[in-house]
């Protein structure tokens, strides 16, 4: 459920969201981590939010937003912060470290 905007002294709608800048999907991707707990590594897959810039501005925007969708660059985050260990005799769960939690895209 989307929140109204609060409005401006005319009685306008002010401003965007940051969603309405990106086209949104879920990924994932495929990380090499070390189990803290029994010190074996291996390759996990990590889902990511990735948020791609839109092409163009939507029209309903003002100035305020096309400064903003100027300098929005397209990027990911990452969704998960825990991942169970690969190895049958542990099974523990450890937290992602050494993983970026926010990445930019080119």
Same mark, same amino acid.
């Given at each position: 459920m989307r929140l109204p905007a609060y409005s401006d002294k005319q009685g306008r709608l002010n401003?965007?969201?940051e969603?309405?800048?990106y086209d949104?999907?879920?990924e994932s991707r #495929? @990380?090499?981590l070390t189990c803290p707990h029994?010190?074996?590594s291996g390759e996990y897959d990590l889902s990511w939010v990735v948020r791609r810039k839109k092409r163009n501005l939507p029209p309903r925007a003002d100035e305020r937003d096309r400064a903003k969708f100027a #300098? @929005?660059?397209s990027y990911m985050?990452?969704?998960d912060d825990l991942v169970g260990c690969?190895?049958?005799r542990c099974r523990k769960r450890f937290e992602v470290a050494g993983v970026q939690s926010v990445a930019f895209l080119d």
């Open positions: 401003g965007m969201e969603r309405d800048f949104e999907q879920q #495929k @990380a090499t029994c010190r074996q #300098k @929005a660059k985050v990452r969704r690969k190895n049958v």
